[in-house]
T-cell receptor, first 114, second 116 residues
Framework: DQQVKQNSPSLSVQEGRISILNCDYT??????FLWYKKYPAEGPTFLIS?????DKNEDGRFTVFLNKSAKHLSLHIVPSQPGDSAVYFC?????????????FGTGTRLTIIP | DSGVTQTPKHLITATGQRVTLRCSPR?????VYWYQQSLDQGLQFLIQ???????AKGNILERFSAQQFPDLHSELNLSSLELGDSALYFC???????????????FGPGTRLTVL
């Protein structure tokens, strides 16, 4: 039962353009959402997060949008840079005090074309 | 560098064997999480420890066990290994301040386990 889905296994974007990565979830109990970035041979690195009480969170070139009614979130990267090439994982958590386990999607491999 | 360390980096063993993976959390972090990433899969939550006590369990097999020691490092023990246990195993830690704010998890570099 895949509760967090990233339907695009890969995405290629021209340098300088906008990258949009999408994520869908099915569990309405999720109330916190995160994006992690992963380079080969490294662990996931936290990128940006959003609470379910918000619909947008911005941090520099990265913006996450949350549409609760559609159970959909997206990560926008603008402008895209070659160093953004990595696998991006969407993750979700249903807050349960003391237990913040993450449910991950399967990832989207982003390639920025110079 | 996330501040979370994992050893060993790579482990190659045979079916039926037992291995131990080690994780040291970031300084000050009380919670340790273990995740498994199989080929082309997302990370699957296995188990969480908080200050030495088991806090939550996910899809962890009975052949697997974990513990967190007084110095807060954690070990994941995998026994009677099968070919399908080959995967990347990640440890993550978070501060768990006790507040209602979510505490992000910081991941180690992982241990790649290959069962032959």
């Amino acid at each position: 039962d895949q509760q967090v889905k990233q339907n695009s296994p890969s995405l290629s974007v021209q340098e300088g353009r906008i990258s949009i990565l999408n994520c869908d979830y099915t569990n309405s109990m999720f109330d916190y959402f995160l994006w992690y970035k992963k380079y080969p041979a490294e662990g996931p690195t936290f990128l940006i997060s959003i609470s379910s009480i918000k619909d947008k969170n911005e941090d520099g070139r990265f913006t996450v949008f949350l549409n609760k009614s559609a159970k959909h979130l997206s990560l926008h990267i603008v402008p895209s840079q070659p160093g953004d090439s990595a696998v991006y994982f969407c993750a979700a958590s249903a807050f349960n005090f003391g237990n913040e386990k993450l449910t991950f999607g399967t990832g989207t491999r982003l390639t920025i074309i110079p | 560098d996330s501040g979370v360390t994992q050893t060993p980096k790579h482990l190659i063993t045979a079916t039926g064997q037992r291995v131990t993976l080690r994780c040291s959390p970031r300084s000050g972090d009380l919670s340790v999480y273990w995740y498994q990433q199989s080929l082309d899969q997302g990370l699957q939550f296995l188990i969480q420890y908080y200050n030495g006590e088991e806090r939550a369990k996910g899809n962890i097999l009975e052949r697997f066990s974990a513990q967190q020691f007084p110095d807060l490092h954690s070990e994941l023990n995998l026994s009677s290994l099968e070919l399908g246990d080959s995967a990347l195993y990640f440890c993550a830690s978070s501060v768990q301040t006790g507040s209602l704010a979510y505490n992000e998890q910081f991941f180690g570099p992982g241990t790649r386990l290959t069962v032959l």
